[in-house]
């Protein structure tokens, strides 16, 4: 049953092409207003999940609920959702001002009425003056922009983004990442937006929905998706991060890599391994802190292999020093003040501090964490 400020509930939703399964289970749920992206690599089922939100596609097990009501074999017609794809989709032979009044003729309002409220979507939009061009004589951006005021002429409840911003040049893509934020926030409009940029769903979204191969991997907010990422697909995806592999589970709270034993706060469900467990450490490179205190915990002694300048930070690629076997390379994301105040250069040893809250533990099993 869904609680009054649910706008969405997607509840198992299953969806085969004869005999291979795009989507696996996917259950989620939207409170109204909110802004969700659905991210995951090419392939993963993202699009599937919208169009089957939509109503342009129909799931093959599950059932997709818009305010309490069980709308799973609706025509999207009648589901009271604005779509904007990647590939603008406008009409090529009607100008913009008749691309945005196309939904609303069919709500039979006066003439008078439309034209106002195209005149209003076009100044929403930023495009007034330009609403008797057509889109070739629209640049991408613009032409996305149109196609955001078609969504939402109709006012809909629910506003459906599929890749919208892909198609543009980065610097386009910047600016309408932000107009379209501000414009779902005024509008409060309840959004769900595929992408595969992270950084597109980190900005963008109140919460973030990981999809890999066609299952929900993760289901946080951005910070949460981030900081403590629920697989290493997650992690993996998601921003940079080191996997250390060679690392074995000591007992509760303490792993070993090598000869350096490691205490570690976010167990991640490896908790339950026996003692012995092979299991893997995840660390992000600006989390890994240069530390000349011989005492501290968790400390790694390193050499540094190589060197990327970043502008306000050196990427740096660390070889663990141990006594045997050939540990893996570590990266370190360190401020170029750093850097220059302690005359870090290639071939230097160094000592590194990886925070025990800031380390992430996955056993070697993926379904350990899903
Ligand atoms: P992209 O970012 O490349 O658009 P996506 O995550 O949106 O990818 P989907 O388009 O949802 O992925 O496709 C998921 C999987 O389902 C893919 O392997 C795709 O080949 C398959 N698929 C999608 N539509 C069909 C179809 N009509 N018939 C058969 N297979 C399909």
């Known amino acids: 049953m869904s609680t009054p400020d649910i706008y969405l509930d997607v509840q198992s939703v299953s969806k085969d092409f004869g005999r291979f399964t795009a989507l696996k289970e996917v259950s989620f749920q939207a409170r109204r207003g909110e802004f969700i992206c659905v991210l995951g690599p090419s392939g993963c089922g993202k699009t599937t999940l919208l169009r089957a939100v939509a109503g342009l596609e129909k799931q093959t097990r599950g059932h997709v609920i818009i305010e309490g009501r069980d709308v799973s074999s609706l025509p999207v017609s009648r589901r009271n959702v604005g779509i904007v794809f990647q590939s603008y989709a406008l009409f090529p032979n009607l100008t913009a001002r008749q691309n945005i009044a196309y939904g609303l003729k069919s709500q039979r309002q006066s003439r008078q009425a439309i034209q106002q409220r195209v005149d209003e979507l076009l100044d929403l939009v930023g495009l007034r003056g330009m609403g008797r061009r057509h889109p070739a004589k629209l640049s991408g951006g613009q032409q996305q922009r149109v196609a955001l005021a078609r969504a939402i002429a109709v006012s809909p409840h629910l506003l459906l983004l599929d890749e919208p911003l892909s198609a543009l040049d980065a610097k386009v893509r910047l ?34 929905l990981v999809i890999d191969q ?47 034993r490691l205490s570690v706060h976010s167990e991640n ?7 012995g467990s092979r299991v893997t450490i995840a660390i992000r490179p600006e ?28 990427r740096i690629d660390l070889k663990r020093q141990v006594s045997f076997g ?36 996955y056993g070697a099993e993926r379904d350990l964490q899903s």
């Not at 469900?269 to 003692?275: A, I, N, V, W, Y």
């Open 269 to 275: 469900g490896t908790g339950q391994l026996p003692s």
């Open 175 to 208: 600016m309408l990442r932000g107009e379209i934020r501000q414009l779902q926030q005024r509008l409060g409009i309840t959004t769900v937006m595929v992408t595969h940029d992270q950084e597109e769903a980190l900005t963008m979204a109140d919460r973030i």
């Open 214 to 260: 066609g299952r929900l991997v993760q289901d946080g907010t951005p910070r949460q998706v981030y900081d403590k990422p629920a697989t290493p697909f997650v992690a993996g995806f998601i921003g940079a991060m080191n996997f250390i592999e060679d690392a074995r589970k000591i007992e509760a709270g303490f792993y070993d890599i090598g000869e350096t």
């Open 287 to 314: 989390d890994v802190m240069i530390q000349h205190d011989p005492s501290m915990s968790n400390l790694l002694h390193t050499r540094v292999e190589a060197m990327e300048y970043r502008g306000s930070l050196f």
């Open 326 to 361: 050939n540990p893996a390379t570590i990266r370190a994301d360190v401020p170029s003040e750093t850097v220059r105040r302690l005359g870090i250069a290639p071939q230097s040893t160094l000592s590194v501090h990886l925070p025990v809250d800031r380390l992430r533990v």
